[in-house]
């Protein structure tokens, strides 16, 4: 049973660019969050996906927006990077329904660098 | 609303010596707390969790956590320390909201001298 998923390992961007980072969940999760990790740093929470809508969101500005699909993958795109947008980009997915007393599984991240 | 402090940046102990990783939670009501894991370049993995249940929580790898109420604690111990043990702990707790988030402390490295 595979857990989470995501690509690519390792990202180099431009200032200005745009990225898209991708996350597929553990069998049988649906709902999926977000989470950049700044170096030295706890995971901050980006927003979080069920059934394909943005529930919820962290303090992060517009540029940052998501998409849930149908089979629950989700994707984090980013605009106009920022060289403060370099970071690990963690993916985090849960059983909706039980996820609150169960935890996340977490992917190993997505590592952008902005230059 | 619900967070978490990290009491220590920096833990450092010896091979075979006990560890105590100190977490302080604040919450209105009575809150979900997880330790978690991560290890260079690579993702979280969730060693205990704790949801109202035993207030003596087992995990993995020997790791156990004590909720106490009255000091509004979550401290993460284990008798013995193991050079696989060097690695970054986060204190999380769960956010008492329609989505149940999570939020983090600010971790704490654990480095274990032979």
């Known amino acids: 049973d595979a857990g989470v998923t995501q690509s690519p390992t390792h990202l180099i961007k431009t200032r200005g660019q745009q990225v898209t980072l991708r996350c597929s969940p553990k069998s049988g999760h649906d709902t999926v969050s977000w989470y950049q990790q700044a170096l030295g740093q706890g995971p901050q929470f980006i927003f979080q996906y069920y059934e394909e809508e943005e529930r919820q969101r962290g303090n992060f500005p517009d540029r940052f927006s998501g998409h849930q699909f149908p089979n629950y993958s989700s994707e984090l795109n980013v605009n106009a990077l920022l060289l403060g947008d370099s970071a690990l980009y963690l993916c985090?997915?849960?059983?909706?329904?039980?996820?609150?007393?169960?935890?996340?599984?977490f992917g190993s991240g997505t590592r952008l660098t902005v230059v | 609303a619900q967070s978490v402090t990290q009491l220590d940046s920096h833990v450092s102990v010896s091979e075979g010596t006990p560890v105590l990783l100190r977490c302080n939670y604040s919450?209105?009501?009575?809150?979900?707390l997880f330790w978690y894991v991560q290890h260079p370049n690579k993702g979280l993995q969730l060693l205990l969790k704790?949801?109202?249940?035993?207030?003596l929580v087992k995990g993995i790898n020997g790791f156990e956590a004590e909720f106490k109420k009255s000091e509004t604690s979550f401290h993460l111990t284990k008798p013995s320390a193991h050079m696989s043990d060097a690695a970054e702990y986060f204190c999380v707790v769960r956010i008492l909201n329609n989505n149940n988030d999570m939020r983090f402390g600010a971790g704490t490295r654990l480095t274990v001298k032979p």
């Open positions: 704790y949801t109202s249940a035993a207030t």
């Open positions: 919450s209105s009501y009575s809150p979900s």
């Open positions: 985090a997915s849960t059983d909706g329904a039980v996820g609150p007393f169960y935890g996340y599984t």
